[in-house]
Structures are given as C-alpha cells and as structure tokens.
C-alpha cells in the first residue's frame, strides 16, 4: 500500500513553506537567531493558533466563524471583572485567579455554543449566525463596561491593593510567563494543537467532524448525529477563543472590551494557509497553527527589516492569495 | 473521430479509439464503466483535449479548444449530471446564455423566451408551465428539460448520455418520437446506454469500448444482446440473474398501516430472514418513501414499524441503524457515500462505536475489519487509504453494502442497487445479494429495472400512486404483469 507523504496530515507544501521562510530569515537575519526572538515568535503566534486549531473545526464542517474576535472582548471583560471583583478576591483569594479563567472559558464556550445551537436546531447559515452574534457579543462587552477597560483600581478601592497585586503580578505568567526558556503561552497552544490533534484523528468526533464537511446528507443517513457535530464544533471554536482571550487579558493586564478586532480574519487565513480546505472535508489542526507560524514569522521578518505594519498587511495578503492558489493548482493536476 | 488517445496521470483512459457516426443516424456507444465513453464524450464536447487523433465533421478535421467551440460547430451534449440552475425557471435555464434581446440593448424578451420553452417542452409531451424553477420539479422533469436546452442548440451532432435512467415508460415515449424526429432532420445522435433495450430499440448501428479501446461497430440489425455483454465484458456471462433461493426464517421487518398525509396510504407488508423483497412501480409512486420512512430518514404520520419483532419507536436514522437496518440509497454519491473520504472512513463510519473504545477508534480494528470485508465483497481497490471518489460506480456500491455489513444489518434497503454500474459489476452486485440472503440478512430492494426485480426478488409488491396494489409471488410474476398493476390499465405491448 502508498503511503501518503505527509507530516500530521499536513500536506507537504505547507510545511516546506514553513521550514524554507525560516531558514530565510535565519541565514539572512542577525537578529532573528536571538532566542529572545523565536521566544516572542512563539509568544505571539500562540494566540492565533489557539483559535485556528477551534476554527479548523468549523472549517472542516464547512462552517466558519466569524464571533471569534468578538469572544476575545467580552472573554476579556468577563476575566477582569471576576479577577477584580472585590467579593470574588475577598472570598477566594488568589483562587480568583482560577475562577476568573473558568468563568473567561466559559463566557466563550456559551457563546460558541449559541452559535452552533442556531446552525444546528435553527438550520441558519453559520456565516451569517457568526457575523450576528460578531456584533452581539462586542455590543455586549461595550455594554457591560460602559466602553472603559478594566484595569488597575485606585488604591481607594476595597481590597484594592490585593486585587491589583493579582491582575499585574500573579495573573501575569499565563501570557508573559516562561517554564526554562518556553513561553508559558505558547506551552498551552502546543498542548491545545496536541490535543486537537487527537481529537479530530483519532476519534469518533473528529471522524463524524469530516464526514458532515464532507457529505452532511450521506453522514446523516450512515447514523452521525450530525446537530450534535455541528454544536460541538462551534462550542469548541468558542472555547478555544476563550482561552485565548484569557491569555490576552493576562498579556494585557486589564480586560478591554474593544480588543481583538479581525482576529477572526488571522484565524481563517491561519487555517488557509494551513491547507485546510473552505469547502469542508478536509484539514489539519497541526496545518493550521503551521499556519500562524508562517504569518507570524512573515510579519516578523519584515518587522526585523524595518518594513511597517502597512506592509505587513499588503505581504499577508498575498500569502493568503498564494497559498490557495498553490492548493487549487495542487488539486487540479491530482484531478 | 479516429485513433483518439488520451491518457490521465496513471492511466490511459482512451487508447486509439475510432468512433464513425453517419448523418442522421442513432448511434449507440457501449462499454462497462471505465471503458472511456464519457472521455470520448468530453473530447467530442471541448472539455478535455486529446492527446493524439483527429476528429473529422463532414470529412473536414477540426480542432475543438473549448465547449464554447464545440457548440459553435454544431455538437451538442446532454450530460448524465445535469447542468441545469435550480432556482432559475425552466424557460431561463434553457435559453442560459443566449437569451433572446429585448427591444432595448440588454433588455431580456421574456414572453419570447417563454413561448419557445413552452413550444420546445410540448415537443417532448409535457405542457409544464415554463416559469416553474427546475429546483421543483422531479428528476425525470429536470432531465426533459435538459433534452429540451440540448435540442434548442439545433445541433447536428447530439450526444445524450444515458438520457433515459431516471424516465418512465411514457416519458421514454416522448423520447424516442424525438429522437426519431431529429433523425428525419438529419441529426446524428450518439446514444450512450447500458439498456439493452433501448439500444435494440432506437439506435441503428453500435460501437463498443472497452478498456479505452474500440471493439468493434455493428449494425442492430446484425448483433444478439449475448454478443453485445460479450464485447463489452470480454467474456461470457452465463447468467445475468444468478438467483440461488434461500430458506426463510422469522420476519425481519414488519410495516403496518404506514401512512403519510402526502403520499403513502396504509401501506403493509413484511419481510423475512433470508428473503429478497422487491419494491416495483412508476417512479413517484412511493416506494423510496416507504425505504426512507423505515430507515427513518424520512417522518410518517401514523403506522407501525417492527424490525425483528421489536417496534421501531425512536426516529431517525441512527435508532434505525442500531435495530439493524441498513440502507443503501439511490443516489449513491449524494447520499451513500463521502467521496473525499477514503474507502476505510466511508467502511467503517456507520460501526464506529463497535470499533472503538471511549471514543477513541481502534485503528488497528478499523483497518482489519474493513480489510476484511474489502476482501470478502471484491472491492477492487489499490487500497483502503483509496479516496471512494477514484473507484469505480460496482466497487463504491459495494463500499457502502460493506458499511452496512460492518453493523451487522438484519435488513438491508437497497434503493435501486445496481443503478449506473455496468453489467459486470451488475452480476457481481446480485452474487452477494445471493449470500447475503443465504446468511439470514432480510433484503428489500427497490428497483426500476424490471428483468431485476423478476430474476432476483423471491416476492414482488407492486406500488401505485401511494398504494400497495399487488404481491407478486417468484414464479407467477411477468414483466407484463407488474407493468399493469404499476399502472393501473392492461399495457398493450409496444
């Protein structure tokens, strides 16, 4: 039997992609052989892999999600304000750090849930179901800080200088923090891109996953519940955002109801360039974070060159442009 | 069209063919799947260019870069998947394109866009009014409409691929006055069919591929349907039907009193072990609503279902699949069957909890067992890792019968089971019929194809408008028959 060349189910042309641009900025960037730069590379890609690896689930159902730049506003402002909240610390302590990741968590998971449940029960396109709840979930993190971000209270405050302690000392090493020389971030999107992994290769979901992408109509007939699929896939994609807004409020120190504008956009071109396909049926959570490596080393490369961001923009682009081109001219000549 | 070659990474799909069509003559081109009718077709059409050869019209060589080209010179194509708009009406898809102008530059004529719809329809015998968007009408409907838009073209050469699967008899009637009525007009027309039949009907002369290559070309007149299958399989088959009766045992299926406000009227009948049951009559009478409403697919609004003795209480697909009913759907690639998966995945999807443990699939289970039933159905296949869309229409048909033996079904539905795949695979398709009864696995089988449903079925239920109209046993039943029953007025034979 062939076997197929392949490195995770990540198809080859992605990774020598990836392996080539760093050589590149290797052999021709001083500054880039720092460890304190791959330590940032890492540090900043991590977020955007967190929430391709939820978005490749969608995206192999045929789905998309646009909310997910949205959950990391209102994720932020639920973080901060369990963190802060003077009854939440007097009561827990430093607990509230715990708390204030689970309820962050779970601000996303509910939201992604909703979306799935109206694309599933409600039978709803899921672009338009995202593109709405894209605009609920910001408004409702507007409306819920008044449009201010919650940061450091003034020392008249009750319990002020613990609770300050906590959001800029303690709460800290989640985004900023190392284990040795690691970022501690971007430990958690390995751990997230690992476990991904495995649940979309070898389980029953990640199989019913390709199988709705594929065929929802023939999976339905061979038995995959395929409403159950379908809310999962978006409870996940939530989930993860959540997270990473949860690492983003640590990074941030303070929550911030307006952050995380088109993070959406960095997710689906992460998971482009990945080589998953937007018609569903096939992808790679390993592709996808492969994928926000090679934007973020992209963006770095020319950051270390002195081009601004306006380039970076313009280059991010063409990559997106390239990498579906070089798929659809790939499966054209398999036919 | 002479020595055409083309070949594809890996395979040489058409091998020097040569294919002569006189003017005004129904020319029938046969060949298993596989064997480059529809290539050749698609190098005929401007999709695909061939690699060597020439095609010669009115002796004159020409050279056809693109549909568009293939168009202009006269060729005109109906394909077996229809390229019709759903949401568009019948008139606007059949003049898509080349819409009549208005008075106004860009302006549309619709009432002239109607009237010659309407006109192009009634010559093929419907009187369907013309605004209708395609997406509402039936299968048999959307293949006139198609017929009508390839003959709107004024072709001189017209190539219908398998233009009749999904007709009715009388729909074929239509069809053929056409065809015949094209022909008086000097049309030539190349007829791709599996039906002997028809061929034996309409066509005046018939070529055979096989294997990419040409066989040979006969008049009608001159060649017996035996050597017809002899050329195109290239050896003898013994026996089309090879039934072998099996003993009955308890029934497996019971249906009582199914009714849907819709269609289906107090339908009741059962199935046993080991016996195949077949459902016959017109298209539209029922009979795939009663397959999917037993495998849940589909709601009724009162009956009983029993599979095995226990009531069918739960609905969909999943409960049905977990008391042992197996469905093997008409439309094998929207609804069998994931084409980007590969031959394991599509196996092993509906037994995946047998072959897993807290949730996580047991690949090395997984690979066995579907291995083993590979194997045992004669799948051909370079591999299991095969993506199901590279095989050929017997061997996927057989993929999605593995997945349903992979659960153990007691009850297999098969909705027109050997529907598109060629008269080799067909037989094979019946062989494993065969033992599948002789384990003690109830079949139900629909099917259009009345020479099936007398040489396989052990008991024949003929459907009308919703209705059970007749039980035919093995022995006394005719295709004449099941053909009045199915409609409802002793046929005249034509």
């Known amino acids: 039997m062939k076997r197929k060349l392949s490195f995770f189910g990540v198809n080859p042309g992605v990774l020598f992609g990836f392996v080539f641009l760093v050589a590149l900025l290797f052999a021709t960037t001083p500054s880039f052989r720092q460890v304190s730069t791959l330590q940032s590379l890492f540090q900043q890609a991590s977020l955007n892999a967190i929430i391709a690896v939820g978005m490749t689930f969608v995206i192999i159902t045929a789905g998309i999600d646009l909310s997910v730049g949205s959950i990391l506003g209102l994720v932020g402002v639920v973080t901060a304000m369990t963190l802060m909240g003077p009854q939440v610390v007097s009561q827990f302590g430093e607990r509230a750090m715990f708390l204030a990741c689970i309820a962050g968590i779970a601000a996303g998971a509910l939201v992604g849930f909703l979306n799935g449940a109206a694309v599933a029960w409600l039978r709803m396109q899921p672009f338009i179901v995202t593109l709405a709840t894209m605009w609920i979930v910001r408004g409702a993190a507007l409306v819920i800080t008044d449009g201010a971000p919650i940061g450091v209270v003034d020392p008249s405050q009750p319990m002020a200088a613990m609770r300050n302690d906590l959001l800029q000392h303690k709460f800290t090493v989640f985004g900023m923090g190392y284990m040795g020389p690691l970022p501690i971030s971007a430990l958690i999107a390995f751990i997230v891109v690992i476990l991904g992994h495995i649940l979309l290769t070898r389980t029953i979901f990640g199989r019913h996953v390709f199988a709705l992408g594929g065929n929802a109509e023939a999976a339905r007939l061979s038995g995959v519940n395929v409403n159950k699929v379908r809310v999962s896939v978006f409870t996940i994609s939530g989930l993860l955002a959540g997270l990473a807004g949860v690492l983003l409020t640590s990074k941030l120190v303070g929550g911030q109801p307006t952050v995380g504008q088109g993070f959406e956009l960095y997710a689906i071109a992460a998971v482009v360039v990945g080589g998953t396909s937007l018609f569903g049926g096939s992808g790679s959570v390993v592709g996808s974070a492969i994928g926000a490596l090679i934007i973020q080393v992209i963006n770095m490369g020319l950051d270390l060159h002195g081009l601004s961001d306006f380039w970076q923009r313009i280059v991010t682009g063409a990559i997106i442009f390239l990498a579906v081109l070089l798929d659809e001219v790939l499966r054209r000549r398999k036919g | ?494």
Not at chain 2, 148 to 167: C, G, N, Q
């Open chain 2, 1 to 494: 069209m002479e020595g055409v070659v083309k070949s594809f990474p890996g395979v040489l799909a058409l091998d020097g063919v040569t294919l002569e069509v006189l003017p005004g003559e129904v020319h029938a081109l046969m060949g298993e799947n596989g064997a480059g009718k529809s290539t050749l077709m698609k190098i005929l059409a401007g999709a695909y260019q061939a690699d060597s050869g020439t095609i010669l019209i009115d002796g004159k060589p020409v050279h056809i870069s693109s549909p568009r080209e293939a168009t202009k010179l006269g060729i005109g194509i109906i394909y077996q998947e229809f390229n019709l708009v759903p949401q568009l009406s019948i008139a606007e898809n059949i003049f898509l394109g080349r819409e009549p102008r208005g008075v106004l530059p860009g302006w549309l004529d619709e009432a002239r866009m109607e009237r010659e719809a309407s006109a192009l329809m009634a010559n093929l015998g419907s009187n369907v009014d013309v605004r209708t968007p395609v997406s509402k009408l039936s299968v048999a409907m959307q293949q006139m409409v198609e017929i009508a838009k390839a003959t709107s073209h004024k072709s001189r050469i017209l190539v219908m691929d398998e233009p009749s699967a999904t007709l009715t008899k009388h729909e074929l009637e239509n069809l053929y006055r056409l065809i015949r009525q094209l022909k008086a007009e000097g049309v030539s027309i190349i007829y791709i069919s599996h039906r002997m039949d028809e061929v034996f009907s309409i066509c005046d002369r018939i070529t055979v591929l096989r294997d990419g290559k040409t066989v040979g070309t006969r008049p009608t007149s001159e060649v017996t349907p035996d050597e017809l299958i002899r050329m195109m399989v290239g050896r003898t088959l013994e026996d089309n039907f090879p039934k072998v009766p099996a003993p009955f045992g308890d029934p497996v299926l019971e249906v009582s009193g199914l009714t849907t406000h819709g269609l289906l009227k107090s339908i009741s009948f059962n199935v046993r072990a080991g016996e195949i049951v077949a459902l016959a009559g017109l298209i539209g009478s029922g009979r795939t609503e009663i397959a999917r409403c037993i495998f849940g697919a589909d709601r009724y609004d009162s009956g009983e279902i029993r599979v095995q003795g226990q009531p069918l209480i739960a609905h969909g697909p999943r409960s049905a699949i977990k008391t042992g009913i197996g469905f093997v759907p008409e439309d094998r690639k929207g609804q069998g069957l994931i084409l980007d998966l590969s031959v394991r995945e599509n196996t092993s999807l509906a037994a995946l909890p047998s072959l897993s443990r807290g949730g996580f699939v047991r690949r090395s289970s997984e690979r066995k067992a579907v291995s083993e039933y590979v194997q045992n159905l004669g799948v051909r296949t370079p591999g299991i890792e095969q993506k199901v869309k590279n095989l050929s229409g017997g061997n996927q048909q057989k993929v999605v019968l593995g997945k349903w033996l992979l659960t153990r079904s007691k009850l297999l539905i098969l909705d027109e089971p050997t529907r598109g795949i060629d008269v080799g695979a067909k037989v094979e398709i019946y062989q494993l019929m065969n033992r599948l009864a002789a384990q003690g696995i109830g079949i139900l089988m629909i099917s259009s194809e009345l020479p099936e449903v007398l040489g396989m079925a052990d008991r024949i239920l003929v459907m009308r408008e919703g209705r059970l109209v007749g039980e035919l046993s093995r022995e006394e039943a005719t295709q004449e028959m099941i053909g009045e029953l199915a409609v409802g007025v002793p046929v005249h034979e034509a």
